[in-house]
């Protein structure tokens, strides 16, 4: 999706993908070819791309001008978008599948006041340690104990 994108922005601006690459990024010719072929920019690259033609990355791969500019990104947001590039297809499909399980996880707990992570004290037999649980524990936080008067 990025090369149809990145081509029409360059019709759109009357020149060719090989010489926006040329002459204005100062890369091969050769780098044309990979991205037809499927290959992503680094994200130096994504982001001299939509600064030139002022259109976001996400645009860049959507079509969808997005309300966040690159320039509007921290330091640590550019951080992330940069070693991402840098993963395969392989570690960037595990590393979204991550984010999507622990965004649910935290829609679930906005939706919940009284979900809370804590960590399952109990005794092993095998020493393993203390496993993270997410869980109502309302019942159990606010039970009386021996100090609450009756």
């Not at 130096?44 to 030139?52: D, F, H, K, P, V």
């Not at 399952?120 to 393993?128: K, T």
Request: aromatic share 10%.
């Amino acid at each position: 999706m990025f090369f149809e994108q990145f081509n029409k922005l360059c019709i759109e601006n009357n020149t060719t993908p090989t010489k926006f690459v040329t002459e204005t990024l100062h890369l091969s010719s050769s780098k044309v070819t990979a991205w037809k072929n499927g290959s992503i920019p680094k994200y130096e690259t994504l982001n001299s791309i939509a600064n030139y033609f002022k259109v976001t990355i996400g645009y860049l791969f959507d079509g969808k001008e997005n309300i966040v500019s690159s320039q509007e990104l921290s330091d640590d947001e550019q951080r992330l978008l940069q070693m991402y590039s840098l993963l395969s297809d392989m570690e960037k499909g595990e590393i979204l599948g991550e984010l999507k399980m622990l965004t649910k996880n935290r829609e679930n707990i906005k939706k919940n006041d009284n979900i809370q992570t804590v960590y399952m004290a109990a005794r092993s037999f095998d020493n393993h340690p203390p496993e993270m649980v997410t869980g109502d524990f309302s019942d159990i936080l606010n039970a009386p104990d021996a100090t609450d008067e009756y």
